[in-house]
């Protein structure tokens, strides 16, 4: 049975099994993000990164739409600023933005995108940002800021071409096209696509699966494997041992090698 974990305005959030799932929740504008959601998303991921008890963590949409970007009603804002104070504004929205991104990638939990509906824009970077993307069936995907005279914001830059080569994350980004599931999977945009109706069940399997073992060896390879592209060898390494020391010391760890051992000495 899930347990409702939080009290928030524009998200839904409930705990089955060790796995949390914090739905945005402002249905009527496809969960566009605006700056009171963003706070309560960062808050979100804070509580779910303190509690123990969780192990994984699902990010998805209520309604029909996963997330179609960033709320217009900022944009008009940014519009009608005086002129001087334009560049400055957004200067601090965009601190804002990355605070929340950083808040999805950061989390030393394992994060699945369970995308129910289209993912425009900043959707799509927030989706990027996690783990994993499993999507429903008849999903569209857009980088849309061209569109609006913008470049993605929200870590599309960095995570796309990780995900799908430096070419072609540029033309997805050039282009601004939608991209439906069948191509979001052959491109590695989004690692399984499922039925619309099997999308929360499957997303819930296999979180589960991704978060049975160890959860500071958990943390710590996801730490690491987060920098591999910008390390080299050596670096990675270093952080395997400095990681490993730590892992030595776990109860985790301990319990596994006492069971083996017991179980290989009869």
Same mark, same amino acid.
């Given at each position: 049975?899930?347990? *409702? ?8 959030? !409930? =705990?089955?099994?060790? *796995? ?6 402002? $249905?009527?504008?496809? %969960? ?7 706070? #309560? ?7 779910? #990164?303190? /509690?123990?008890? *969780? ?15 960033? /709320? ?10 005086? @002129?001087?104070? +334009?560049?400055?504004?957004? &200067?601090?929205? @965009? ?12 989390? !030393?939990? $394992?994060?699945?995108?369970?995308? %129910? ?21 008849? +999903? ?12 993605? =914001? ?12 430096? !070419? ?13 599931? $069948? ?7 989004? =690692? ?13 399997? &296999? ?27 050596? @670096? ?19 319990? !596994?090698?006492?069971?083996?051992? %017991?179980?290989?000495?009869?």
């Amino acid at each position: 049975m899930d347990i *409702v974990a939080q009290d928030y305005s524009y998200l839904l959030v !409930s =705990d089955l099994n060790g *796995v949390r799932t914090i739905t945005l929740n402002r $249905p009527e504008v496809r %969960n566009a993000i605006h700056d009171a959601m963003r706070a #309560e998303l960062i808050d979100a991921f804070a509580q779910a #990164e303190a /509690d123990t008890a *969780v192990k994984a963590i699902i990010m998805t949409g209520a309604g029909k739409g996963f997330c179609s970007g960033g /709320d217009i009603g900022g944009m008009r804002a940014r519009l009608d600023a005086p @002129q001087d104070q +334009v560049a400055f504004n957004g &200067w601090k929205r @965009q601190k804002s933005t990355h605070r929340g991104v950083a808040a999805i990638h950061g989390v !030393s939990k $394992p994060v699945i995108a369970a995308v %129910n509906g289209a993912a425009f824009g900043l959707g799509l970077d927030m989706a990027l940002a996690c783990d994993f993307i499993i999507a429903a069936e008849g +999903v569209k995907l857009s980088m849309s800021f061209i569109k609006r005279g913008l470049v993605s =914001d929200g870590g599309g830059m960095y995570f796309l071409p990780r995900r799908v080569g430096l !070419s072609r994350a540029k033309e997805l980004i050039f282009s601004a096209r939608i991209v439906e599931t $069948p191509e979001a999977l052959a491109i590695g945009m989004i =690692d399984r696509c499922v039925a619309p109706e099997a999308r929360a069940e499957a997303a819930q399997a &296999w979180a589960e699966q991704l978060s049975f073992g160890s959860s500071t060896a958990l943390a710590l390879s996801k730490q690491i494997l987060d920098k591999t592209f910008e390390s080299s060898d050596e @670096q990675v390494f270093a952080l395997g041992r400095e990681a490993q020391a730590i892992c030595y010391t776990t109860a985790e760890h301990r319990a !596994s090698v006492e069971a083996f051992l %017991n179980k290989t000495a009869k």
